[in-house]
């Protein structure tokens, strides 16, 4: 049976829950629903989670060991030596699966017969070609081991389609003849119901904790296993990068680094004035109508998705800067640019820091600037003096967070700043930051498990690392220095 | 007393301190806060201006990414060289490569042009031919093998025109930059002239650009958004899938149940800090355990919504908890009042009221999501993919495909700035469905918004 077929199976016997345990329900006080504890519709629900939930978790796990039992049980089929490196082994169980599918296919077509399919050897001719004429490609002859790997792969996998069929359908069968012996007029039908959904509304809210522990085991793994292949000291303090196909890459974070730091540096420069400004022009100066006008107007800019501001850093301001500043005062050739990539950031990073600093500004209280204003200073005075310096730790935070995600920006740095890894500092230069190689690095054709590939999770490991660190450093900023008004 | 005698004697020494006349200082604090309300204006005004450049610069580039140039002519399909033998055997038809339709083409547009006297000093042959797409003999051949009674016809055949002849006639080509330009002669440019001059050679709308799938370096003229839409429809469509729900629950959960203990502190801190961790992480993520671990098939749209949906529940449970919470308490009591569960309360009252606002934020939610490029990037949505997506219903959402702002990206690496058009098109498109997304939102908004 397939799984889609048990799905509708499932399907239909947890309706069938619904309807019979509210039927039952209702029968057992003659239709008087009243002396239910719980109204009708919960028994209804209670018989369909019986019937529905503990089998879908016992399809899921089955779906999710079976590959892994197989795998193990097969393991005979093959010298030790073939499986012990783990990318070999996912390879040699890909051919094994493939094989088998063709098998499959073949039976299906009716180019074999089902016994033919169990007792084919290579010894008799090539399992290759014949494969070939149903149309299964397969890139290299097929091994004997491999075959009967195979073989033996189609048995178990209709085995567990037949035990994983029984089980599921078992439970779903159990779980509603459960729920409808459990059905009578005392039984608090409500309030299973409401546990099971509970239990379900945490489990959703539990995805975030999920999502973390998934982020930080997936890099920490790869990246160990990079550090097996590659000194960590080397990468840490090496101060060249220069990734090489064929081995012996120089793999040194300090160069990609440093260009991170000094783009996200200019774009700190571009976006925290003009965002400030902008901040306290729209909380403390501008009337009613210009604020409901311009302050959705710059919000705009944070809509636009950050490859649109790419491709402006590509087409307009990297020829821009080239043309105007670079090349007249002999400072560079190249169109892409730390300052090209950090101005555009700072851009994508003005409504960030000018609507956290407009709602900062506008948490102090008016009293404070009364009586600032009282005293005879002017309204410049009086932000520069009272407002601000108030304001300052949720300002602070805002910048910190900023910065954090001009650190993280991928978009814009890998259309903008160029490719090449290099400490310079002359902003007109083209350099390279951690997600631009992060990026180029995955995406090229290498080997998964060579040191240049895996070099990227490492990278994304110190990124993750940076960004979180500042992020609590300003959380942290914001909670110890924030002033409290009554 | 010397305050006052000292005070009396100052009018005398300091004419100019009087209410009508400013002293120095007043005049050096005026100018101060003029200066500092023109900083705000100034920033202001940048800001917005840059905003205004960078889309004045993407409408300019891209609105000619929907006209296309395409040649008009008639075409006889001879029989002797699309089937030798006669027999109108799709086997035998499908013997004939595009090599062979191309040079047919070729043959048929020069006698084309020799029928109608239009001729220019010194071209070759393979300059008239090379004047017309290489897409045109692949579409042609698929035009035959779908109707072999075609064969032996005369047809009127439209075929779009290379891309720098394209360009020509949108002005991003000149005389003096094709000199330059190994792809173009000058003697096709002047063969265009001519045929623009006799409507044979003209520009149109180019619906091409919405359906194609992508084309290769050599063709930027046949190159489409369709499967770039198709795997942009479907990754929102999946993205909404799993994170309505998922947010929803989450939400109820930390908003009406949640009890302050540690397991809720660390839900918390949790979602803030997703909230900020860079988009590339999560690509990171979706290679390691989507693709690597789970073997999910690579550049399908199932992984890229699974990534896409990590990072935008933050945002839907950030939205979602301001939507529930924004119902006022008195609500809850009084269904509590009349003898309703916690969960009748949450489910019945509570969820249905603060439903616009959910919407509103998921709506802007998956806005951002749709333009999300750099996750997409590692997961090999990037990948050079020609060939449609199969159905949602028959596993499409397993095939490989490309989304909206990774083909922005990948057109703009290439060279041909051709290609560039294209880009600044598709971001046009996918401006518009944002557009599009946030007005809903919007008016989402302001029709059920509800001030209590």
Known sequence: MSV??????????????????????????????????????????????????????????????????????????????????????????????????????????????????????????????????????????????????????????????????????????????????????????????????????????????????????????????????????????????????????????????????????????????????????????????????????????????????????LVTVGPLLRDYFAQPFGLGNSGSSVMTAGIVIGILNIPFISSLADDIINAVPQSMRDGSLGLGATKSETIKKVVLPAALPGIMGAVLMAASRAIGETMIVTMGAGAAARLDLNPFEAMTTITVKIVSQLTGDTEFNSPETLVAFALGMSLFVITLGLNILALWIVRKYREQYE | MTDISAAGAMPATQPKNSLFVQDDLTRRRNAAEARFKWYGIVAIVLSLSVLAIMLFTI??????????????????????????????????????????????????????????????????????????????????????????????????????????????????????????????????????????????????????????????????????LGVAIIGSLYMMMLVLIFTLPVGVAASIYLEEFAPKNRLTDLIEVNISNLAAVPSIVFGILGLAIFINFAGLPQSSSLVGALVISLMTLPTIIIATRAAIRAVPPSIRDAALGVGASKMQTVFHHVLPLAMPGILTGTILGLASALGETAPLLLIGMVAFVTNYPAGPFDGGVMDPATALPVQVYSWASRSDPAFIERSSGAIIVLLAFLVIMNVAAILLRRRFERRW
């Open chain 1, 4 to 313: 889609f077929l048990l799905l509708v199976v499932i399907a239909v016997l947890s309706v069938a829950g619904f309807v019979l345990c509210r039927q039952r329900a209702l029968k057992s006080v003659d239709g008087n629903i009243r002396r239910l504890h719980s109204l009708p519709g919960y028994y209804g629900w209670f018989g369909f989670i019986l019937a529905s939930i503990p089998a879908l978790l016992a399809l899921a796990l089955w779906l999710i060991i079976q590959p892994l039992v197989i795998e193990r049980q097969l393991s005979s089929f093959f010298p030790a030596e073939m499986i012990e490196d783990p990318s070999a082994r996912t390879l040699l169980f890909a051919d094994v699966r493939r094989v088998a599918a063709g098998l499959d296919t073949a039976v299906a077509q009716g180019a074999m017969s089902e016994d033919q399919a169990e007792r084919v050897r290579t010894e008799f001719g090539s399992v290759r070609d014949r494969l070939a004429a149903v149309g299964v490609a397969l890139g290299a002859e097929v091994t004997p081991a491999v075959l009967a790997a195979a073989q033996e792969y189609r048995e178990m996998a209709r085995v567990g389609v037949i035990g994983r069929s029984i089980l599921t359908l078992i439970l779903s069968v159990a779980g509603l003849v459960f729920a409808i012996r459990a059905t009578g007029p005392d039984f608090r039908a409500r309030n299973r119901v409401e546990q099971v959904v509970l239990a379900l509304l945490i489990l959703s809210s539990t995805i975030a904790i999920l999502t973390t522990v998934g982020i930080v085991l997936s890099m920490l793994s790869e990246s160990l296993r990079f550090f097996t292949m590659y000194p960590a000291a080397d990468f840490f303090f090496n101060l060249t990068w220069s990734p090489n196909f064929r081995g012996n890459s120089e793999l040194g974070l300090i160069p990609l680094l440093w260009g991170t730091l000094y783009i996200s540096l200019i774009s700190m420069l571009v976006s925290v004035p003009i965002g400030l400004f902008a901040a306290i022009y729209l909380a403390e100066y501008a009337s009613n109508r210009v604020r409901s006008v311009v302050k959705p107007l710059i919000e705009v800019i944070a809509g636009i998705p950050t490859v649109v501001f790419g491709l402006f850093a």
């Open chain 2, 59 to 224: 409408f300019r580039d891209g609105t000619s990414a929907f006209r296309q140039a395409s040649v008009a002519f008639p075409i006889t399909l001879e029989a002797d060289i699309l089937d030798p033998n006669g027999a109108r055997d799709p086997a035998d038809l499908a013997k004939v490569t595009t090599i062979g339709y191309g040079n047919l083409i070729g043959q048929q547009f020069a006698n084309f042009l020799t029928a109608e006297g239009i001729t220019v000093e010194g071209i070759s042959d393979k300059d008239i031919s090379g004047m017309i797409s290489r897409d045109a003999p692949g579409r042609l051949r698929d035009m035959v093998l779908a109707d072999p009674s075609l064969i032996g016809q005369t047809i009127d055949f439209n075929a779009y025109a290379t891309g720098r002849i394209d360009g020509y006639m949108k002005g991003r080509v000149t005389l003096e930059t094709a000199e330059l330009d190994s792809n173009v002669s000058l003697e096709q440019l002047q063969l265009a002239d001519q045929l623009i001059a006799r409507n044979i050679l003209t520009s149109g709308f180019n619906s091409g650009f919405l359906t194609n799938p992508d084309a290769s370096d050599q063709r930027p003229e046949s190159a489409g």
